[in-house]
C-alpha cells in the first residue's frame, strides 16, 4: 500500500519554464490538497479538491493550476516559474467527511529550485 | 491573514517533563483540528486529532485540548522524549474540507 505518491522527488527549472507536479494516492479518498513549505511559513495551502472534478484556491494559489484528474490523481501546474517558487511541496489527500478518521496522509514532498 | 496560528517558533523541554504546544485560530468555522508531526525531508504524520464538540481527547501520552470561546487549543506532551523532537503543525479544518495549518513550533527535548 503506497498511500501518497508524489513525482518528482527533486527538481531544478529555469525562470519561465512551466513543469507539472504529479500526486497519486491509493486509499480511495475523496479529498487531495498541494501544501508549499517555506522556512518560517509553515504549510501553506495552494489548492484543494473536495470531490473528483471540482478544486478550489487555498492560501496562495496564485502562479499555479491544478488538475484533478480523477479520484487518484491530483496535480498541480506551473505555467512559469519564478525563484519564488523555490519551495518543497506536498501532496495530501483525506477522507470524506463523517466516513472515519479525518486526518490527511501526506507524500514525502518535492523540493523545487527555481533558478 | 493567518487563520491558523502557532505563535511559539520553538520550545525547548527536558525529558521525562511535559510538553505544551500552541496553536491560535481565527476562523469560527473551523470545526476539526488536527496535530501534525514533521521531520526533516519527510512528509508530515497525523499525530491526534479533536472536533469541535469534544474540548479533550487523549491518545497515549498525547492529548489535544480545545477551548472554543477562546478559539486555542494545545497538544500536551507527558513525558517528553528525545524521539519528540520534530517540528509540530497543528490545522483546522472546516465544512468545505479545506486544511488550513499553522507555521509550526519547534520541539527539542533534551536529555
Known amino acids: 500500500n503506497a498511500g501518497v505518491t508524489q513525482t518528482p522527488k527533486f527538481q531544478v527549472l529555469k525562470t519561465g519554464q512551466s513543469m507539472t507536479l504529479q500526486c497519486a494516492q491509493d486509499m480511495n479518498h475523496n479529498s487531495m490538497y498541494w501544501y508549499r513549505q517555506d522556512p518560517g511559513m509553515g504549510l501553506r495551502l495552494i489548492y484543494y479538491?473536495?470531490?473528483?472534478?471540482?478544486?478550489d484556491k487555498g492560501e496562495v494559489p496564485n502562479g499555479y493550476n491544478v488538475s484533478r484528474l480523477n479520484k487518484r490523481e491530483f496535480s498541480l501546474r506551473l505555467e512559469s516559474a519564478a525563484p519564488s517558487q523555490t519551495s518543497v511541496y506536498f501532496c495530501?489527500?483525506?477522507?470524506?467527511?463523517?466516513?472515519?478518521?479525518?486526518?490527511?496522509?501526506f507524500g514525502q514532498g518535492t523540493r523545487l529550485t527555481v533558478v | 491573514d493567518q487563520q491558523v496560528k502557532q505563535n511559539s517558533p520553538s520550545l525547548s523541554v527536558q525529558e521525562g517533563r511535559i510538553s505544551i504546544l500552541n496553536c491560535d485560530y481565527t476562523n469560527s468555522m473551523f470545526d476539526y483540528f488536527l496535530w501534525y508531526k514533521k521531520y526533516p525531508a519527510e512528509g508530515p504524520t497525523f499525530l491526534i486529532s479533536?472536533?469541535?464538540?469534544?474540548d479533550k481527547n487523549e491518545d497515549g501520552r498525547f492529548t489535544v485540548f480545545l477551548n472554543k470561546s477562546a478559539k486555542h487549543l494545545s497538544l500536551h506532551i507527558v513525558p517528553s522524549q528525545p524521539g519528540d523532537s520534530a517540528v509540530y503543525f497543528c490545522a483546522a479544518s472546516d465544512h468545505t474540507d479545506k486544511l488550513i495549518f499553522g507555521t509550526g513550533t519547534r520541539l527539542q527535548v533534551f536529555p
Open positions: 479533536i472536533s469541535s464538540i469534544k
Open positions: 479538491s473536495a470531490s473528483e472534478g471540482t478544486t
Open positions: 495530501a489527500s483525506r477522507p470524506r467527511r463523517g466516513t472515519g478518521g479525518g486526518e490527511a496522509f
